[in-house]
């Protein structure tokens, strides 16, 4: 089956500009989380959907990104006004469960100029 | 909140040797461990996990041990082949709580 995937595979931008990122989760996985991942550092969760729970926002990192999540599919994550150091690669994952294991998508490589 | 604290931050091995990767967790209220191993490029995929309930878990040349008490976790690689070389990442969640992980230990298997 399909697992997770995203789009774009890369964006390149510039400084002051929005850009949305979209996760498609494994159908039927309740849970999704992003992460964000710098060059060579590790995984730094930005928010998590559960169901129809309200999300955990609080990994975000400022009032600047923010995220949706349609029912328990799509989900995207929006970067207002970006800045030089927004530049990372986005991971999203999904679970069957909260508690179950998380597959990852490939990425989102974001470029701020 | 939780914090997991991971080491070394490289690790270099000759082919066919062993390798470890400790992992330390703030909170003991956590309950799963799992590793994933991230290759250049790639998404992270999960190698191995562990839950509170058990103290050991292996998988053919990989093997995870949890020590409740001392809120540690290890990943240990046996007989390594240059196709282990990559990036791990330990992390714990507790319930219904998204994963906190480690920094990560970029792992080279020199042949």
Partial sequence: GAGVSQSPSNKVTEKGKDVELRCDPISGHTALYWYRQRLGQGLEFLIYFQGNSAPDKSGLPSDRFSAERTGESVSTLTIQRTQQEDSAVYLCASSFESRGEQFFGPGTRLTVL | ?111
């Fill in chain 2, 1 to 111: 909140g939780e914090n997991v604290e991971q080491h070394p931050s490289t690790l270099s091995v000759q082919e066919g040797d062993s390798a470890v990767i400790k992992c330390t967790y703030s909170d003991s209220a956590s309950n799963y461990f799992p590793w994933y191993k991230q290759e250049l490029g790639k998404r992270p995929q999960l190698i191995i996990d562990i839950r509170s309930n058990v103290g050991e878990k292996k998988d053919q040349r990989i093997a995870v041990t949890l020590n409740k008490t001392a809120k540690h976790f290890s990943l240990h690689i046996t007989e390594t082949q240059p196709e282990d070389s990559a990036v791990y990442f330990c992390a714990a969640s507790k319930g219904n709580t998204p994963l906190v992980f480690g920094k990560g230990t970029r792992l080279s298997v020199i042949a």
